[in-house]
């Protein structure tokens, strides 16, 4: 069956390309190709592209949706990102381009590739400043949990600021200056082993804090009432609904956002056929809502309507000094911490892109790129007093667009199937659905700004 009538590609042997099994188009074997990255290493990295800060508010999300209504939830938004994703490999191997801007741009033309670029610059800055403005928010705390408290007050390592220009000279800038997204297997690996530590202690710790939970302990948030607590709270909802629950979805897609790093990805795969990538993309999300379901089921029979936004803060309030509390909160943050540079390559990539077109590597426009982003994004994460409702409203447009709005278009703009097909009644829904998601949480997001305002 022909997949795209203007870009049957045949290889000198006569197989048509562009199917499951043949090489990416481009890298295939006509061409001198170094080894690529393993597919373990490209699963690891695509976890850790999944898998960041979200983790920290799926509780959150469960205690204003319920338990079967969370599961419905996030099983529908697991399965949509790989559906996805499935029709970007598969824009992929039909037309030879490996580039999410220039999927774009076939589709779109120049305003389709400016369109892919911006929002992946956005998006990809915006996850980055949240995630170090978390380390420079939460570090300090942790590294103090660790101290006695009969040291110096105004020690350095107070000062979220300092240590985060320490921790982006030392840590993030050598990691994101890697010319290679394979070159963060090892990281990405590391990475998720801390999460799993972070997903067994909250199973463990749910036998450690007593329900209704304890009245002398005081609420850090001025949203809860702990004091109040009783009986009536420990019983799981399985469903709710509420205004907040306007934002689980946004929450959701944004935790299964891994679209941006995708391409790169599968470009750098060792072999890479649209099988052999879908495969470590099954296995990826698979995975990440495994751990997703068990930490958000755990942190929320833990305290159930009193989950905080941010899981840690209860476990903070509660076990302030246990060990278990403070070495994975370490592990979160350095979890985070690695998170960075595997998403700071996909923002290099569209910069790189959008201002300078396609060209051989450059060293000297790498580092510019790499150190002017890097340096935007830490003065985001260093001078802004509060950015989760700025990045908010940046998460709920650009996710949307990423994870469903794009991919459904551009496959029914580029791919000759017919409508009736099921890939491009799937396309459609995925616009549909993701428009309906990126408006609703834009809608919300403005009336909760004015009414507290």
């Known amino acids: 069956m022909s997949i795209n009538a203007t870009t049957d590609v045949y ?13 990416l188009l481009g890298n295939g074997p006509s061409q001198t190709r170094v080894r690529g990255a393993s597919f373990v ?34 099983t529908a938004v697991a399965s949509l990102a790989g559906y996805s994703i499935h029709l970007l490999l598969k824009l992929c191997d039909q037309t030879g381009i490996n580039s999410y801007e220039d999927l774009g741009e076939k589709a779109l033309k120049k305003p389709g590739k400016v369109s892919v670029g911006i929002a992946i610059i956005i998006q990809n800055i915006g996850a980055m400043s949240s995630y170090l403005f978390i380390l420079k928010s939460e570090l300090p705390a942790a590294i103090s949990n660790f101290v006695s408290s009969d040291g110096p007050g105004n020690a350095w390592y107070e000062d ?48 450690s804090i007593p329900c209704p939970l304890p009245n002398n302990a005081t609420a850090v948030s001025n949203d ?30 944004f935790s299964f956002l891994c679209h941006t790093a995708i391409l790169p990805i599968y470009c750098e795969l060792d072999r890479p056929t649209k099988r052999r990538m879908q495969n470590a993309t099954n296995i990826s999300i698979s995975l990440s809502f495994m751990l997703y379901m068990i930490s958000a089921l755990f942190g929320y029979l833990t305290f159930y309507a009193h989950a905080e936004s941010e899981l840690l803060l209860g476990y ?91 991919p459904g278009i551009f496959y029914l703009k580029i791919s000759n199937q017919p409508l009736r097909s099921v890939d491009s009644i799937g396309a459609v829904f995925l616009v549909v659905f993701g428009v309906i998601v990126g408006v609703t949480s834009f809608t919300v997001i403005v009336i909760t700004w004015k009414s507290s305002a």
């Open 224 to 253: 809860l009432q702990i004091s109040n607590s009783t009986d009536s709270d420990c019983t799981p909802k399985l469903f709710v609904i509420s205004s907040k629950s306007a934002y689980a979805i946004p929450t959701m897609a």
């Open 160 to 207: 979220g600021r300092l240590l985060l220009i320490i921790i982006a000279v030392c840590v993030v800038l050598p990691l994101a200056m890697l010319p290679k997204i394979g070159f963060l297997g090892y990281t990405s690996s590391l990475s998720f082993f801390f999460v799993l530590y972070f997903v067994v202690v909250v199973v463990i710790k749910k036998w």
């Open 316 to 406: 903070s309030t509660y076990l302030p000094r246990d060990v278990l509390v403070m070495t994975v909160r370490f592990a979160i943050l350095i979890s985070v911490l690695l998170t960075v540079p595997l998403i700071h390559f996909p923002a290099r990539k569209a910069v790189n892109l959008l201002l300078f077109g396609v060209r051989p590597f450059s060293w000297p426009i790498h580092i510019i790129t790499t150190v002017s982003i890097l340096g935007l994004v830490m003065l985001m994460a260093i001078f802004m007093p509060d950015i989760r409702n700025v990045f908010g409203v940046v998460g709920s447009t650009t996710s949307s667009c990423l994870l469903f709005i794009f």
């Open 41 to 74: 290493s490209s699963v690891f990295n695509l976890m850790n592209a999944i898998m960041g800060s979200g983790i920290l508010g799926l509780a959150y999300v469960m205690a204003n949706t319920g338990v079967v209504g969370f599961t419905i939830l996030l």
């Open 11 to 23: 290889s000198e042997n006569g197989v048509a390309e562009g199917t499951e099994n043949t090489p």
